[in-house]
């Protein structure tokens, strides 16, 4: 049963968090790092869209583009020589777009020591075959904390239309002037 707009299934149809949930495993090489032998940031961001890419891609099974990048912490320095792990999965789910909440963990690879060291959240939009935004498969729960996820995503995503919605008209005001 899909429940309306916001993409929820509570029985039957749809695909679960699991089905979509992807993991990338890179190593930090010193093209990777700055000065300081740390992980760049910017590489960073690259390997979570990556990851949060694939995830959308993978539920949606269309062509898919990043909308947002609405948070981005990093808790950690990541270092020359570890591994880092990445891991993606969906949040919340809409008519055609899709949260993804990515997990950064860096590992010793040597002591197997594992650190979060960074977490971020993405909207990705399904496309069609000429580029327009098109629906996308709805989502269903197997948890309480995907339940507890899906209704955070979709607060966010209301906060995140006002803001998108005032830029826009900002941007028409502009264009009439
Ligand atoms: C993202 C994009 C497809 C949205 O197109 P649009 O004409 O604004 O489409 P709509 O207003 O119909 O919105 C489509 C969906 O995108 C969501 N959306 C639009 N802008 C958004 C933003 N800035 N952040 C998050 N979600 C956004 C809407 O909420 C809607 O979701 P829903 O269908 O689940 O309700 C368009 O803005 C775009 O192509 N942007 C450039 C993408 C890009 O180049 N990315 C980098 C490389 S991949």
Redesign the pocket.
């Known amino acids: 049963m899909r429940g309306g707009?916001d993409?929820v299934s509570t029985r039957g149809g749809g695909r679960s968090v699991k089905e979509s949930a992807s993991e990338m495993i890179q190593l930090v090489l010193p093209n990777d790092t700055n000065l300081l032998g740390h992980l760049l940031g910017g590489r960073m961001m690259h390997w979570i869209d990556l990851v949060g890419?694939v995830v959308a891609n993978r539920h949606s099974r269309r062509p898919?583009?990043?909308?947002?990048m609405?948070a981005l912490d990093f808790y950690a320095p990541v270092l020359l020589g570890n591994l880092v792990i990445l891991k993606g999965y969906l949040t919340f789910?809409?008519?055609?777009?899709m949260e993804v909440g990515v997990e950064v963990y860096a590992e010793n690879g040597l002591s197997g020591e594992r650190v979060l060291a960074s977490r971020a959240i993405l909207?990705y939009?399904a496309?069609d075959d000429v580029?327009?935004?098109t629906?996308?498969p709805s989502l269903f729960f197997e948890s309480e904390a995907e339940r507890g996820r899906f209704d955070e995503g979709r607060e966010r995503?209301r906060i995140?239309?006002e803001r998108?919605k005032k830029v826009k008209a900002a941007r028409a005001e502009k264009e009439d002037s």
């Open positions: 707009d993409g890419a898919i583009v990043t909308a947002s609405e789910v809409g008519r055609t777009s909207t939009v496309l580029g327009k935004p629906p996308v995503r995140q239309l998108v």
